[in-house]
């Protein structure tokens, strides 16, 4: 039967890989918010596998929550407008915010959602992020946990889609050209 996997021109990122750096950013993570009220904020969807990893790696207590923004118009990102498909059920005033997210692309995402939650009075807001890709950053996003920086690549797997598929992938890699003909 055909694996999910044989599409990939090219593994980029193992899952024992991606597993070993989750739990690297998990320690780093636990240390610097000891004894803090912590609320993880997964991005859906992509972010779905990020934040099952990142959270059980974890060495303390914390709340999950989620959500869901979209671009306004056909899908293109460069509006810069976003909008809440599903806000957050948690108030977070007073709380130390982390967002989760798979990758920081062209930024916008990230970038709105950090003033967007921090414009809501939390204690801290920071973002943690398994890929980020420097080339292709078009507005300033500071993410203060970052698993890896890539080039500027399509990639999938872990949560990454291409058209709604291979999020299930284990692995991180580039596609194969014959998918997208
Ligand atoms: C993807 C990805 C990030 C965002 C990064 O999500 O999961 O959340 O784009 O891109 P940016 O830095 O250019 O904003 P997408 O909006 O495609 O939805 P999904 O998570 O449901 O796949
Ligand atoms: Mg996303």
Known sequence: AADVGDDLVEVLFTEAQIQTRIAEMAAEISRDYE???LVLVGVLRGAVMVMADLSRALDKHVEMDWMAVSS????TKS???VRILKDL???ISGRHVLIVDEIIDTGLTLSWL????????PASVEIATLLRKPEAL???VKAKYVGWD???EFV???GLDYRETYRNLRDIGTLSPSVYS
Do not use: E, F, W
């Open 138 to 140: 078009q507005m300033p």
């Open 35 to 37: 004894g803090k009220d």
């Open 72 to 75: 306004y118009g056909s899908g």
């Open 89 to 91: 059920d948690a108030d």
């Open 150 to 152: 890539i080039p500027n």
């Open 79 to 81: 509006s810069g407008v």
């Open 114 to 121: 950090t003033s967007n939650l921090g414009s809501r009075g």
């Open 156 to 158: 999938v797997g872990y």
